[in-house]
Every structure is written in structure tokens, then in C-alpha cells.
């Protein structure tokens, strides 16, 4: 819990000019400062990302573990790294100092960026104060972050001008150019160069660099903005800086379901790309084609959230602005030195194979489906078991008309038959990065075939410590189109708004789903699904956190004998699918299953190892796999960063040993330690397949799962 903390600098500082001032969301227990700027605004710090040679670098969290390892590798390869925080200590750590604040730290060893190297429960305090201490550059790299306490954060950054934030969920920023590494990336894939990248996730952003390098084209400044669900940086504000930096001349984009970004990033290259003669070329990638509806897929924001667009729509955006789409990132590296050299691709059709091999035209992605989207409400809308967004936590109908109707005094009950259903709920607009009221006139579409709906639905976003107000819930009431606008129908839509952002507010809600129509002159509320966010569970939230609500989780039994592992495991539908996957990261996992069905096969589930898979976790992975009859081969697709290469091999060697295994295994390792992973692969003597090119390892799994 955080205490009222004074935000207001020195004389000289901007903060001096602010005027502060302590307010809470309704019902909160967390006490938030906040202040409001009378000069600049959060846009002002984007100049912030252009880390060089010469950025100064703190450590929070400078003494632990991985920081500690994480800057030695870091001040190796050339990072100017000039001390750090450990709160409650003054001393030495590398032969650099240790102080016991972030204010501290930015006096005396004045910092252009901190790196937050603490537990997810701890980061919210960390990014806090060094927001406090105003550092301009934040990279916060935690995953599993509570979504409330990022909603806080930026209501706190909204207010400023000082700090920029990059992440949460993110590998960080890191300049090749400057040898500046603020994140966790792997260091043998960089070299310097003319690709400026910007990722949500880190494998992909990895294999790009790694392509980029193998091409001859290197990287200039590489922004990872995460797969969180309300990031500190996003990717249109990544290209407007990419689009200033002298020393990158071309841009590789990667993407994933979950948010609007790549819809707005496809929006602003249409503009760039209309007001430049010679703009600079763009690759993308899109993960999470053949996502499960309704499921988070590893990060924690990769999921498609009420009236969110899907990967073909976001695919189909992209290439209508111009962006050259790919099915893997190993191939941006030559079709960007391709576009460099002024040699654009012709003859692009929708039948191709992207892995035969030939000429680059042939390699694209170019998935055009019936035309973009609009907005659409996503499987949060039905209730149905096989659709529900199983890793957070739930109330179901019963439940939650109980709480409304305790809290609020809420009208609450089956549908009749009578009226028209509306829907109303409360959750997040991640392009705000703030709450919102989500309204759509009508739910008739939705009930029967969730995933195939056009139904608009409109988000309404509210500042989080003030709730919404009077006038846009006045809008709101205009957009559902009440036949009924006497104050009682009114006021009773207000009162079921206030009821559902106190729940929200309380007990830390995720998408707080209803259903209503007009009753009498009244609002009643006919279906009704809560949905709370499990990280804040998972970090060690008080059980008081959840009083009096019964709440489920609904995870099938092998996914939660996963995550006791560490491993997100969704398994797919399909009688036909017949290839297991392992996979370290979360894009990597997506782009796999999306990778494996363009060559014509179909993965059985997405499996992602985690950041710090060990031998261990590569073995459980392995049984979880093999307990789905229908594998008849299991491809493992690996490109090292935290996760080793090594390590992976010798997880595949015990498993292999200790699991008698019976199917074949297909093996492709890349990135960190590559080439002794490999080598214990070969050395072996088992029956794996070992390749380092994922399209050859691929058509081989695909051989092995049709005999």
C-alpha cells in the first residue's frame, strides 16, 4: 500500500510549477499521488528513447541476482552503467556505488535512464519512484505486472513531463549503434547497424535481429515495447521516433493479437508514407493468426479483448498501409536488404507457399482476408465453458447478479423476450491506457456466434482516479439508444455504472461484462460475467482481495499442472492436429502454430517455457505435450535469450531418456549458446531431428505428423 508521497521537486525543477494534490479511485485501499502539469505533457519525454553511447544507467533492484548479471554482460559490451539503487544500503557493487534511493541515485550520479530489476509485486513501487525522481528514461522489464497498478502508473505519467516509460512485459530498449543494453537482450545476436525494430515480443524481436545480422544490415535502436496490456511505450509512438533517427533507414515492425497498436501503427505509416518521397521501408509480422478465441496466449496482454480487432484484420491494415508482412522473422533480414537496394517484390499472390524456397517474392506473407474489420465484441461476450479467457479469474451469471444486486441494489434476472439487449461493461481501452465504459447498442448478434459478429462496440475511457462523470455517462445513455429518457431510466444506468466501477475498483476487475435492457422505465441487467485479473492473485494480493465472492478459475486440468511449472499451455482444437509444440516466448510460441499451418500443418497446442526455462522445464513440457493422443511428432522451435541453448538440449536429452519417448522430436535451436545445443544434439545418439532453419525443420515435422 502506498502512503501519500510528496511528488514536488526543488526550486529549479519543473515540478516546482505543479500543483499536487492526493486523489483516489472510489473504494480503492491503495493510496496514489498524483499531480497535474501545467507545462508539456507525457509526448514530451518520447526524446527520451534515443539512448546512445553516452546514456547514463542506474539499476533498481542493482544488487539482486539477475541484475547483477545483467549488468556485467551490460557493462561488457560497452553500456555506461554508473551505480544503482538497493533501498536501505549505501555501498559498492561492481566497483560502482549503491545508494538507497532513486532521488539519491539522480543527485549524485545523474542518470539518463534506470533499468527495474525487482519481483512484479515490487515494480509498481519502483516505476513509482523513479517517476518521482523524475528520470527520463524508465525500462521496466517484470512480467505479470497487477493491470491495476499499471493503470495507476499512467494516470501518474499522464500528469508529467519529465519520464518516459518502456514496458512492462518487455526485453527493454537497446541501442547496437551505442552499445547501450537497457533490458535483458541477447548481446550476440546484436551488431550495429541500419534496421531500427520495434516488437511486442521478445523472441520474435530476437530471431528479427538475428536476421537482420545474418543479412548484413545489423540494427540501430531496437524498442521493445511488450506484450503488456497497458504499456508504458507504444508502437506509434516507437515509429515516431524510429522515423527521426538518422541511423536507421529501415524499420521491421512485430506484432500480436491483443490491442489497437497495430491498427494505429498502420494508420500513421499510411500518413508517413503519403507525406515522404522516400519513406523508409517497413516489414512486419503479425503473431496469433491461429490464436485460441478467448485465451491469453503467454503475455500477458495477448489476448482479444472486448471490440478488438483480430490478427488478419490487423495483417490486412498493415499491408493496406504499405508494410511488407512475413509468416517468420527469420526471413526480414534479406527481404529488407532486398527493399534497401530498391528492389521491390512483385507478383504477390494468395496461394503461395511461404516455404518453398526460391525467390523472396515467394516468402511473403500476404494473407488478405474479406477486408479490415471494424470493432467487434471478442469471446468475452459468450458464455459459453470452451470460450472463456481461462487465465484469469471468473463469476458466472449467478454470481454476479448476487453481487450486483448486494452492492447496488441492481434489477436483476433471465432475459424475457422482451426488449432489446444492450451491453454495458466496464474494462480497458489499451489504446488510453486507462478504464473505460465499453456500450454497444445492441447484443442481439452476439449471443449465437460471438466470434463472427459485426456489432460496434464503443469504448468510453475515464480517467482511473476520478471514475467516469456525469456527462459521459449522459453520452452513454445517447449511444445505447434508451427509448426511454426520463430520469428514472437515467439515473438507473448510472447507478449500474457506479456499481460496476466500485467492483472494478475493489476487486481489481479485468472486463466486467453485462447485458441489460429496459424494464418499467428502468435499466435491468438480463446476463452478467465478471472477469478479474489473476496476476494480482498471483503476486500474493491479500485473500480479503476476494471476500465474499466465490470466484473460479476455469482452466482445464493440464493447463494448471502447467503453470505450477511455469509454462503457459493452451491446447488447440482439431481432430486433425497432430504436431506438439515447445516453444520459449510467447510471439515465438504464436508465430510457431501460425508458421507450421502456412506449410500445411497444425499444431496441437501453444506451449511457451517461460523466460527462464531450465532443463527441468523442458522435460515437464515434454509430459504435458504427450498427454494429447493425437501428437504424432514434437517440434521444438527455441531462439535463445534468457533461455539457453544448451540448457534446452539437455532438457530434450532427459526427457527423451526419463519419458521413453515414442514419437519423433524435431529440434531447432538459435540464439544464445546455439551452437552447444546443437552439439549435445548430435552428440546424443538419440532419434532427433536437428536443424538451425526453421523452414527445414519445419517441413520436417510436417513429413513425420502425416506417416
Given at each position: 500500500?502506498?502512503?501519500?508521497?510528496?511528488?514536488?521537486?526543488?526550486?529549479?525543477?519543473?515540478?516546482?510549477?505543479?500543483?499536487?494534490?492526493?486523489?483516489?479511485?472510489?473504494?480503492?485501499?491503495?493510496?496514489?499521488?498524483?499531480?497535474?502539469s501545467l507545462?508539456?505533457?507525457?509526448?514530451?519525454t518520447?526524446?527520451?528513447?534515443?539512448?546512445?553511447?553516452?546514456t547514463?544507467?542506474?539499476?533498481?533492484?542493482?544488487?539482486?541476482?539477475?541484475?547483477t548479471a545483467?549488468?556485467k554482460?551490460?557493462?561488457?559490451?560497452?553500456?555506461?552503467i554508473v551505480?544503482?539503487?538497493?533501498?536501505?544500503?549505501?555501498?559498492?557493487?561492481l566497483?560502482?556505488?549503491?545508494?538507497?534511493?532513486?532521488?539519491?541515485a539522480?543527485?549524485?550520479?545523474?542518470?539518463?535512464?534506470?533499468?527495474?530489476?525487482?519481483?512484479a509485486?515490487?515494480?509498481?513501487?519502483?516505476?513509482q519512484?523513479?517517476?518521482?525522481?523524475e528520470?527520463?528514461?524508465?525500462?521496466?522489464v517484470?512480467?505479470?505486472?497487477?493491470?491495476?497498478?499499471?493503470?495507476?502508473?499512467?494516470?501518474?505519467?499522464?500528469?508529467?513531463?519529465?519520464?518516459?516509460?518502456?514496458?512492462?512485459?518487455?526485453?527493454?530498449?537497446i541501442?547496437?549503434?551505442?552499445?547501450?543494453?537497457?533490458?535483458?537482450?541477447?548481446?550476440?545476436?546484436?551488431?550495429?547497424?541500419?534496421?531500427?525494430i520495434?516488437?511486442?515480443?521478445?523472441t520474435?524481436?530476437?530471431?528479427?535481429?538475428?536476421?537482420?545480422?545474418?543479412?548484413?544490415?545489423?540494427?540501430?535502436?531496437?524498442?521493445?515495447?511488450?506484450?503488456?496490456?497497458?504499456p508504458?511505450?507504444?508502437?506509434?509512438?516507437?515509429?515516431?521516433?524510429?522515423e527521426?533517427?538518422p541511423?536507421?533507414?529501415a524499420?521491421?515492425l512485430?506484432?500480436?493479437?491483443?490491442?489497437m497498436?497495430?491498427?494505429?501503427?498502420?494508420?500513421?505509416?499510411?500518413e508517413?508514407?503519403?507525406?515522404?518521397?522516400?519513406?523508409k521501408?517497413i516489414?512486419?509480422?503479425?503473431?496469433?493468426v491461429?490464436e485460441?478465441?478467448?485465451?491469453?496466449?503467454?503475455?500477458?496482454?495477448?489476448?482479444?479483448?472486448?471490440?478488438e480487432?483480430?490478427?488478419?484484420?490487423?495483417?490486412?491494415?498493415?499491408?493496406?498501409?504499405?508494410?511488407?508482412?512475413?509468416?517468420?522473422p527469420?526471413?526480414?533480414?534479406?527481404?529488407?536488404?532486398?527493399?534497401?537496394?530498391?528492389?521491390?517484390?512483385?507478383?504477390?499472390?494468395?496461394?503461395f507457399n511461404?516455404?518453398?524456397s526460391?525467390?523472396?517474392?515467394?516468402?511473403?506473407h500476404?494473407?488478405?482476408?474479406?477486408?479490415?474489420?471494424?470493432?467487434v465484441?471478442?469471446?468475452?461476450?459468450?458464455?459459453?465453458?470452451?470460450?472463456?479467457?481461462?487465465?484469469?479469474i471468473y463469476?458466472?451469471?449467478?454470481?454476479?447478479?448476487?453481487?450486483?444486486?448486494?452492492?447496488?441494489?441492481?434489477?436483476?434476472?433471465?432475459?424475457s423476450?422482451?426488449?432489446?439487449?444492450?451491453?454495458?461493461?466496464?474494462?480497458?481501452?489499451?489504446?488510453?491506457?486507462?478504464p473505460a465504459?465499453l456500450?454497444?447498442?445492441?447484443?442481439?448478434?452476439?449471443?449465437?456466434?460471438?466470434?463472427?459478429?459485426?456489432?460496434p462496440?464503443?469504448?468510453?475511457?475515464?480517467?482511473?482516479?476520478?471514475?467516469p462523470?456525469?456527462?459521459?455517462?449522459e453520452?452513454?445513455?445517447?449511444?445505447?439508444q434508451?427509448?426511454?429518457?426520463g430520469?428514472?431510466?437515467?439515473a438507473?444506468?448510472?447507478r449500474?455504472?457506479?456499481?460496476?466501477?466500485?467492483?472494478?475498483y475493489?476487486?481489481e476487475?479485468?472486463?466486467?461484462?453485462?447485458?441489460?435492457?429496459?424494464?418499467?422505465?428502468?435499466?435491468?441487467?438480463?446476463?452478467?460475467?465478471?472477469?478479474?485479473?489473476?496476476?494480482?492473485?498471483?503476486?500474493?494480493?491479500?485473500?480479503?482481495?476476494i471476500?465474499?465472492m466465490?470466484?473460479r478459475?476455469?482452466?482445464?486440468?493440464?493447463?494448471?499442472?502447467?503453470?505450477?511449472?511455469?509454462?503457459?499451455?493452451?491446447?488447440?482444437?482439431?481432430?486433425?492436429?497432430?504436431?506438439?509444440t515447445?516453444?520459449?516466448?510467447?510471439?515465438?510460441?504464436?508465430?510457431t502454430?501460425?508458421?507450421?499451418?502456412?506449410a500445411?500443418?497444425?499444431a496441437?497446442?501453444?506451449?511457451d517455457?517461460g523466460?527462464?526455462?531450465?532443463?527441468?522445464?523442458v522435460?515437464?513440457?515434454?509430459?504435458?505435450?504427450?498427454?494429447?493422443?493425437?501428437?504424432?511428432v514434437?517440434?521444438v522451435n527455441?531462439?535463445?535469450?534468457?533461455?539457453?541453448?544448451d540448457?534446452?538440449?539437455?532438457g530434450i536429452?532427459?526427457?527423451?531418456?526419463?519419458?521413453?519417448?515414442?514419437?519423433?522430436?524435431?529440434?531447432?535451436?538459435?540464439?544464445?549458446?546455439?551452437?552447444?545445443?546443437q552439439?549435445?544434439i548430435?552428440?546424443?545418439?538419440?532419434?532427433?531431428?536437428?536443424?538451425d532453419?526453421?523452414?527445414?525443420?519445419a517441413?520436417?515435422?510436417?513429413?513425420?505428423?502425416?506417416?
Amino acid at each position: 500500500m502506498y502512503q501519500q508521497v510528496k511528488l514536488c521537486s526543488p526550486v529549479h525543477s519543473l515540478r516546482s510549477q505543479w500543483a499536487c494534490r492526493l486523489q483516489t479511485p472510489p473504494n480503492s485501499r491503495r493510496f496514489f499521488t498524483t499531480c497535474q502539469s501545467l507545462l508539456g505533457s507525457y509526448a514530451d519525454t518520447l526524446p527520451a528513447l534515443r539512448i546512445n553511447s553516452n546514456t547514463r544507467v542506474i539499476f533498481q533492484g542493482f544488487t539482486g541476482k539477475q541484475a547483477t548479471a545483467n549488468a556485467k554482460d551490460s557493462l561488457a559490451w560497452g553500456t555506461k552503467i554508473v551505480g544503482g539503487v538497493t533501498p536501505g544500503r549505501t555501498a559498492e557493487h561492481l566497483g560502482l556505488p549503491v545508494l538507497p534511493s532513486v532521488r539519491q541515485a539522480m543527485e549524485q550520479l545523474k542518470p539518463d535512464a534506470t533499468a527495474i530489476y525487482v519481483a512484479a509485486h515490487q515494480a509498481p513501487g519502483a516505476i513509482q519512484e523513479a517517476i518521482e525522481a523524475e528520470v527520463p528514461l524508465i525500462v521496466a522489464v517484470a512480467e505479470h505486472i497487477p493491470v491495476h497498478d499499471m493503470l495507476r502508473i499512467h494516470s501518474m505519467l499522464k500528469t508529467q513531463s519529465k519520464s518516459r516509460l518502456v514496458g512492462p512485459n518487455s526485453p527493454g530498449i537497446i541501442s547496437a549503434i551505442g552499445k547501450c543494453r537497457i533490458g535483458f537482450q541477447p548481446l550476440p545476436c546484436f551488431s550495429p547497424g541500419r534496421v531500427g525494430i520495434i516488437a511486442k515480443s521478445g523472441t520474435l524481436s530476437y530471431e528479427t535481429v538475428a536476421s537482420t545480422t545474418r543479412a548484413g544490415l545489423g540494427q540501430s535502436l531496437c524498442i521493445g515495447v511488450g506484450g503488456d496490456m497497458a504499456p508504458g511505450t507504444d508502437m506509434v509512438e516507437a515509429l515516431s521516433v524510429l522515423e527521426q533517427d538518422p541511423d536507421t533507414e529501415a524499420i521491421a515492425l512485430i506484432g500480436e493479437i491483443g490491442g489497437m497498436g497495430e491498427l494505429e501503427a498502420a494508420a500513421w505509416i499510411k500518413e508517413y508514407n503519403a507525406r515522404n518521397e522516400s519513406p523508409k521501408p517497413i516489414v512486419g509480422l503479425i503473431a496469433g493468426v491461429n490464436e485460441a478465441p478467448g485465451r491469453i496466449m503467454g503475455h500477458s496482454g495477448a489476448f482479444t479483448f472486448l471490440g478488438e480487432p483480430d490478427a488478419k484484420a490487423k495483417i490486412t491494415a498493415l499491408e493496406e498501409a504499405g508494410v511488407t508482412l512475413v509468416n517468420h522473422p527469420a526471413k526480414i533480414g534479406d527481404i529488407m536488404k532486398t527493399k534497401l537496394r530498391g528492389t521491390a517484390e512483385s507478383g504477390m499472390t494468395n496461394g503461395f507457399n511461404p516455404f518453398v524456397s526460391g525467390t523472396q517474392r515467394r516468402q511473403l506473407h500476404s494473407m488478405r482476408g474479406p477486408g479490415r474489420r471494424p470493432l467487434v465484441a471478442g469471446s468475452f461476450v459468450h458464455n459459453t465453458h470452451q470460450h472463456q479467457q481461462r487465465q484469469s479469474i471468473y463469476l458466472d451469471a449467478n454470481q454476479c447478479f448476487d453481487e450486483l444486486r448486494a452492492r447496488g441494489g441492481i434489477n436483476c434476472g433471465p432475459y424475457s423476450g422482451h426488449g432489446t439487449r444492450r451491453l454495458l461493461a466496464v474494462g480497458i481501452d489499451r489504446s488510453a491506457r486507462s478504464p473505460a465504459i465499453l456500450v454497444g447498442p445492441s447484443v442481439e448478434d452476439w449471443i449465437e456466434e460471438a466470434q463472427r459478429t459485426t456489432a460496434p462496440v464503443k469504448s468510453f475511457p475515464f480517467d482511473y482516479r476520478r471514475g467516469p462523470d456525469d456527462l459521459s455517462i449522459e453520452r452513454i445513455a445517447s449511444h445505447i439508444q434508451l427509448s426511454n429518457k426520463g430520469d428514472s431510466a437515467v439515473a438507473s444506468l448510472r447507478r449500474l455504472i457506479k456499481t460496476l466501477t466500485n467492483l472494478f475498483y475493489e476487486k481489481e476487475g479485468l472486463l466486467l461484462t453485462t447485458h441489460i435492457v429496459e424494464r418499467l422505465g428502468e435499466i435491468k441487467v438480463v446476463h452478467a460475467r465478471f472477469a478479474f485479473d489473476q496476476a494480482t492473485f498471483r503476486n500474493g494480493t491479500p485473500p480479503d482481495k476476494i471476500k465474499a465472492m466465490q470466484v473460479r478459475a476455469t482452466a482445464e486440468p493440464a493447463e494448471i499442472e502447467a503453470e505450477k511449472s511455469g509454462i503457459v499451455y493452451v491446447k488447440l482444437a482439431g481432430d486433425d492436429a497432430t504436431i506438439g509444440t515447445l516453444v520459449n516466448g510467447a510471439g515465438l510460441a504464436m508465430n510457431t502454430v501460425d508458421a507450421l499451418a502456412d506449410a500445411g500443418g497444425k499444431a496441437t497446442n501453444f506451449l511457451d517455457t517461460g523466460g527462464k526455462a531450465t532443463s527441468e522445464t523442458v522435460k515437464e513440457s515434454f509430459r504435458i505435450i504427450l498427454q494429447d493422443p493425437r501428437v504424432k511428432v514434437v517440434f521444438v522451435n527455441i531462439f535463445g535469450g534468457l533461455t539457453l541453448g544448451d540448457m534446452i538440449a539437455r532438457g530434450i536429452i532427459m526427457a527423451f531418456r526419463e519419458l521413453s519417448l515414442t514419437v519423433p522430436v524435431v529440434v531447432r535451436i538459435r540464439g544464445t549458446n546455439e551452437k552447444e545445443g546443437q552439439k549435445l544434439i548430435a552428440d546424443s545418439q538419440l532419434p532427433l531431428y536437428a536443424f538451425d532453419d526453421f523452414e527445414e525443420a519445419a517441413a520436417k515435422a510436417i513429413e513425420l505428423s502425416r506417416k
